[in-house]
């Protein structure tokens, strides 16, 4: 359970999960307990982009192989 600040009302809510369009700190980043990777930017919540597979890194390298004679 969160507890948080509204400042448009002026009120404090309690939440079982974030809500994206409040502002949270990194306290409260703490003590989520999410399976999906979440990341706090300037006290906005944001999903993580899922990192690049094998295939889209070979891919990279190979266009930078061909890049490189220039």
Request: proline share 6%; with cysteine.
């Amino acid at each position: 359970m969160f507890t948080f600040y509204n400042s448009s009302d002026d009120t404090y809510q309690l939440a079982e999960e974030p809500d994206p369009s409040l502002t949270y700190t990194y306290a409260d980043y703490l003590q989520w307990k999410f399976e999906e990777r979440v990341e706090l930017i300037k006290g906005q919540i944001f999903k993580m982009a899922a990192a690049p597979n094998t295939k889209h890194q070979i891919v990279g390298a190979i266009f930078l192989f061909c890049l490189k004679p220039f």
